[in-house]
């Protein structure tokens, strides 16, 4: 049995997440579209999402491709999921550059 740690969940989303990078053959840009497609399919909260902004941005993916995903899936998942999802999308995208904003000024000397 694993030791137990301060952030158990987290942990184990960590280590289903490295499993699944491991085991997947998709390059990074398709890996990204097809779990954002997941989350908008499921309904997934905003923090589901900011969890993958950071890595759709280092695969260079654009917001139109993001989008186009949206686009691809509507007619499957529906109105209201695929809104829901933009909206998720542009509040971690939101999210991630007040982040990085704070990072950059917090290690500013003045």
């Given amino acids: 049995m694993a030791s137990p740690t301060d952030t158990p969940v987290l942990d184990?989303?960590?280590a289903m997440t490295v499993d699944s990078l491991e085991r997947c053959g998709l390059d990074d840009r398709t890996l990204i579209l097809t779990?954002?497609?997941?989350?908008?399919?499921m309904d997934a909260p905003t923090i589901s999402y900011a969890?993958?902004?950071?890595?759709?941005v280092r695969s260079g993916?654009?917001?139109?491709q993001l989008q186009d995903v949206l686009v691809a899936i509507a007619p499957v998942v529906g109105t209201a999921r695929v809104m829901a999802?933009?909206?998720?999308?542009?509040e971690a995208l939101g999210i991630a550059i007040a982040v990085a904003e704070?990072?950059?000024?917090?290690?500013q000397s003045g």
């Fill in 12 to 14: 184990t989303l960590t």
């Fill in 35 to 41: 779990r954002i497609a997941a989350l908008a399919a």
């Fill in 51 to 56: 969890a993958h902004v950071g890595p759709a």
């Fill in 61 to 64: 993916l654009s917001a139109e």
């Fill in 85 to 90: 999802a933009a909206g998720h999308i542009t």
């Fill in 102 to 107: 704070e990072s950059g000024q917090s290690g």
